[in-house]
């Protein structure tokens, strides 16, 4: 019966520790009392001493508190992970293991009182956003107000109550009075608080304009005719409850408050009421009402017009700026000039040229509505000059109606506004009059500014809009019929605008359709194949091409094309369709379609056809309509080119990769000939993803790979978009600084923005070049004659210039102005100059002059003594078979933070790059901290006022065990004699080895992990060690750099001790300079500059 009660029975789940000790313990502690176990892990049990005598009864208890203990055990070791309980030393009794634990991670009280107080700081300066829902912030009061608890704060309700009320936005101050008026607020649980904002805010949302806001808690004035129902000539003299006579016959506005109620009942005269606390709504100050305000306010003679009034809400006060009627539209190239406005204001994030999204602050305007700020950046506008300027310190608000200059802040940067004449004139003391506005009749200053991207910017936002553009201008039915029928993944729902696009228009327009008749279709791939050439096309391409050849699969609709010189190789590109299609498909091309053109009727082509066993079809004389398919791809194609061309303004010379773009685009368009599929997914049998597609022609920024960038390089160069690489799961790109292909899978696309090809925009838009050395992602280009469009072009040389490096000469930057060069130096001073270069030391270079000076020597001698001490290699023949790799000195002077040199270090390093993976190594990748956490160290340091120390391991890579055979050659200079033929197999690791940072990580890692440490499972460098009574020591590693803090003088000692044991260490003390931050460490705090 047992049996059938507890079938059902489900086992509730033994909470694991995530690292939140006090949640877990909860939790847990919960879990075993359940089990009628947490007795026993609260206060053990006691074994008998060894030899005493147990009675039976004594026996059996001992037994069943034994297996409970097991129990409890058992529980906890599922709990807890392994390379937690390998720190815990003591694991007899269930006991035990819970007291370790509570003393390693409940930390110590002065720990949990720091914790407490940045809570507490957290809580106090909480405050609603504008915009946050009444839900969002009692979730985000509570979980800091729980987080207090737990760490011993008696925290209550009333003091949750009271916080909420206070921190309110204001369009809930009118509720917040209600319920302190109306509420015993030391009695009101967090529950009715709740209950009550979230009808108000519902209410909120459900009204159209503020007026219909506030009508739930105040009653608004009306002007009312002699039927008001206030009676008198006095105050305080009305009939009905609530209402009081006026001498205009108006009701007055009232706050509904206790106390309002009992003087505002029945019948009365001359009865003293209180107007301290009462607030005017005209002019929201306290201590009399609407009708005796006398305050006078802007818009006391301009009542009919909404006002753009602004005030920044942190400044707390009221900025006088111009006026302007409330638009219906935003005009985004009109700008009125405010004197009064504390920032220019755009309205429009389209236009930003760079957006900082994570700034926020609130204006007003002066009709009591706020606003909020969603961003600062820049806007870059287009003078008449077709010069591109910009504005910078632009506040993003997109509530916003129209766009405002602030006079103010052009003044700080040094430009001179004067009204007169009913004009205003913006003037530059470079360049004169920039700017002359006249006055409207309603007195305000619009400039008509044009922004750089405006053609850009009106549609791109809409995702309708924004996939046309990236499906290459693709028609709207085609898109909808896409997104309709699920044709392609990552496409979102499409609605056809009414508005037609320009470029399509441009680009597309023909003739109306003539009558179509049925014809054959293939019912397999590669049983009719359409071929035909486009072209001549001018200009001739950057790889001075000058037609294209499609092919197009009857049966699938699938096309590819090739790229030719002349129409005479269109026979080579049609043998190497051939072959990649048949591998593909495992079927032969059974018949071509072509037209009668010299290219395609060669005896050479015949013969090639029927050797193959395919069946010509070709059009009759002066009939291409027999040749349809080809001709409406081609002409699909050109229209598309020209449309994306258009768009972007691409020079003309780059249609083969608008042409490529375009037929990737093709394959995964819907079309009438193939049903609810795209031709990709009726030749392959896959449904193709689209979420990859970009705008053809707008910016991308590559990511450059470490290995091709020095430490203080840009990590990202500015490049156009091309398509993708169908080679490599990658993009496209094109460099026209360095007119170089890029192809990388690292980037970031601004879809918004388009490249300036003119030269002038061109040579400002220009950044540095270094010709060292090639990459792989940016290789010169190198056109064949037949290029398929599944292969990425190879390159893009602009006609007429060669491939060579040319040396670039750059403008003077504007901050340089003020700088003297070396062409502008007189003799005298060429000649300080020359004393100051023969004074300047310079490292050598290759080891015969680094041996003619005796610092050198010392240094070289010095590292072969640390080798040779830290048993890095051994002298032997070398086996047969094997291969060496060879090394060289490298020189280094090392200079302090204060630029001074510190010492002269000589470093040998092998030559790695000669090394094979697989043959001579094999794993590489050496992890390193990250900034971030080194800026984690530092902050929880001065939190906790603990010190932070650095030591650095001494030839820290030679350290690092090989699990591989590496053999080098004798360095220069230390060749043993006698040994000559001879070479050195590494033991250890050494300097330049691919694998080195690797075996040294692993050796320290090693280290830690015997010495107790736990690493961080989200940052491998980041080593921490628990001792007794909440004692913590924190290590982070760089490479052969360490710095460590803790809270426990003798964990500093014994730590330092342990690594100079284990390792050549050098020990700097303090921390002061790591990584190119300098530190300060004092009693008031930590300095990091």
Known sequence: MATTENKYYVQPAIPRFDGHYDHWSMLMENFLRSKEYWTLVETGYEEPEAGAAVSDVQQRRLDEQRLKDLKVKNYLFQAIDRTILETILQKNTSKQIWDSMKKKYKGSAKVKRSQLQALRRDFEILQMKQGESVIDYFSKTMAIANKMRLHGDTMTDVTIVEKILRSMTSKFDYVVC???????????????????????EQKLNRSSSTTSEEQALKASTFAESSSSRGRGRGRDRGRGRGGRGNRDGSRQQLSFKNEYHSQSRGRGRDHYFDKSNIECFRCHKIGHYRSECNVKLPFDKEKGEKSNFVEKKEEQETLLMAFHVKENKHEPDIWYLDTGCSNHMFGRKSFFSNLNEDFRTTVSFGDHSTVSVMGKGDVQIRTKEDNIETISNVFYIPELKSNLLSVGQLQEKGYIATIKGGACEIYDPRRGVIAHVKMTPNRLFPLQIKSANTCFVTTVTDPTWLWHFRYG?????????????????????????????????VGKQHREQFPKGKAWRAQRPLELI???????????????KRYFISFIDDYSRKAWVYFLQNKSEAFRAFKSFKALVEKEAGRSIKTLRTDRGGEFMSQEFANF????????????????????????????ILNMVRSMLAKGKIPKSFWPEAVNWSIHILNRSPTFAVQNMTPEEAWSGKKPAVDHFKIFGCIAYAHIPDEKRKKLDDKGEKCVFLGVSEQSKAYKLFNPITKKIVVSRDVIFDEESTWNWSEKATRQQQIPVSFDEDTEEQQPIIFTNNMPSHQPLQEVQASGTSSRPQR???????????????????????????HFALFADCDPVVFEDAVKDKKWQKAMDAEIKSIEKNDTWELINLPKGEKTIGVKWVYKTKLNEKGEVEKYKARLVAKGYKQEYGVDYKEVFAPVARMDTVRLIISMAAQNSWPIYQLDVKSAFLHGELEEEVYIDQPPGYVKQGHENQVYRLKKALYGLKQAPRAWYSRI??????????????????????????????????????????????????FKKSMTDEFDMSDLGLMHYFLGIEVMQASEGVFIS
């Open 473 to 505: 201008h693709l028609n709207f039915s085609g898109l909808k019929t896409l997104s309709q029928k699920n044709m392609v993944t990552g496409l979102p729902q499409i609605i056809p605008p009414i508005k037609i696009c320009e470029e399509c228009v």
């Open 609 to 636: 056809c029927a050797e193959h066993g395919i069946r010509r079809q070709l059009t009759a004389a002066y009939t291409p309509q027999q040749n349809g398919v080809s001709e409406r791809k081609n002409r699909t």
């Open 530 to 544: 359409h071929s035909d050439i486009c072209g001549p096309i001018n200009p001739t391409s950057n790889g001075e």
């Open 1005 to 1054: 890692d090693a280290y830690f992990a015997k010495e107790g440490f736990l690493k961080c499972p989200y940052e491998h460098t980041l080593y921490t060690k628990f001792g007794d009574d909440g004692k913590i020591l924190f290590v982070c590693l760089y490479v052969d750099d360490l710095i460590f803090t803790s809270n426990d003088r003798v964990m500093f000692d014994d």
């Open 178 to 200: 209600s319920i302190e008026e109306s509420n015993d607020i030391d009695q009101m649980s967090i529950d009715e608080l709740q209950s009550s904002l979230l009808v108000h």
């Open 808 to 834: 670039t000469t750059r403008k003077r930057p504007a901050w340089m102005i003020d700088y003297v060069s070396g062409d502008d130096l007189s003799d005298d001073d060429n000649d300080a100059l020359v």
